[in-house]
């Protein structure tokens, strides 16, 4: 699989107090990855991990930057993307990984979300847990764990410069753009725990790093009220996503009028 498939951690400087954790549950979790692994980063920096690349962009660089500058160092046909605040919790299987790869070669998918999002109207394929999806509505595509095909990640990346709340907003309409085959799997070949939000840990995170003890660094906790609220807020977005689309476009343009913003360019992510 290694000739086929490159792993690639998108991060920044400013997350880097992450990266221990991370790459410690990843070799925990992923014992026999044999893949060429890299963690992409702005800012130069002096950590290393053994079997695994850093590759820095250069200081104040943007998602969309990073991404456009470590295009020329990949060599695999298979990116399988991920976030430096996604942490592997169970143990995978390079099988299962394999098995993605084998058929999104067979069926020409360019991207296979491997996050059992959206909640959208899904087609069944011939291949258990992989289904097809229509690309009609905004966040079809986005920076959750998936692979993607490299000259795919190429067709996504915008001219100007994007962080990643503005880039992730943009690729549903791009993949559309270029009739990208996407699909999503319900194998959970990648389960994660979600770390951070707006900078901070969220609580589940907290007490699953605290009780192994896994991060000793200086984040704030996200205020469990604000939890609460979010989760209002994703559970409200999914019920939204369930709507004809154009209700969907209705309602988003709506909430542009009223001053909501459709995605959080402020928050404190790369």
Not at 97 to 126: G, Q, W
Request: a positive charge; hydrophobic letters at 35%.
């Amino acid at each position: 699989m290694k000739e086929d498939l490159t792993l690639v951690i998108y991060s920044c400087g400013i997350f880097s107090d992450l990266w221990d954790a991370h790459v410690k549950l990843l070799n925990q979790n992923w014992p026999d990855r044999s893949i060429r692994t890299i963690i992409l980063t702005d800012s130069p920096t002096e950590k290393s991990f053994e079997g695994i690349e850093i590759i820095s962009a250069g200081d104040g660089k943007e998602l969309t930057e990073r991404v456009r500058f470590l295009l020329p160092h990949l060599t695999t046909e298979y990116v399988l993307v991920t976030l430096d605040d996604y942490f592997l919790t169970t143990p995978i299987s390079s099988n299962a990984i394999k098995r993605i790869v084998e058929i999104m070669d067979r069926n020409k998918y360019d991207y296979v979300r491997l996050f059992d999002r959206p909640h959208c109207p899904l087609s069944a394929t011939n291949d258990k847990d992989i289904y097809t999806y229509t690309l009609d509505k905004d966040y079809r595509v986005n920076l959750y764990s998936g692979i993607w095909r490299r000259s795919f990640i190429e067709s996504t990346l915008p001219e100007t410069d994007l962080n990643a709340w503005e880039y992730e907003v943009t690729l549903t309409d791009r993949a559309r753009s270029v009739n990208g085959r996407c699909a999503v799997s319900h194998g959970n070949e990648f389960p994660i725990l979600d770390v951070v939000r707006k900078g901070r840990i969220l609580p589940k995170a907290w007490r699953y790093l605290k009780s192994h003890n896994l991060y000793h660094g200086n984040r704030p906790r996200f205020p469990y009220r604000d939890y609460l609220l979010l989760g209002l807020k994703t559970q409200s977005n999914r019920l939204l996503a369930k709507l004809p689309a154009p209700v969907y476009q209705g309602i988003k343009s709506m909430c542009v009028i009223l001053g909501m913003q459709s995605f959080s360019a402020k928050q404190n992510r790369k």
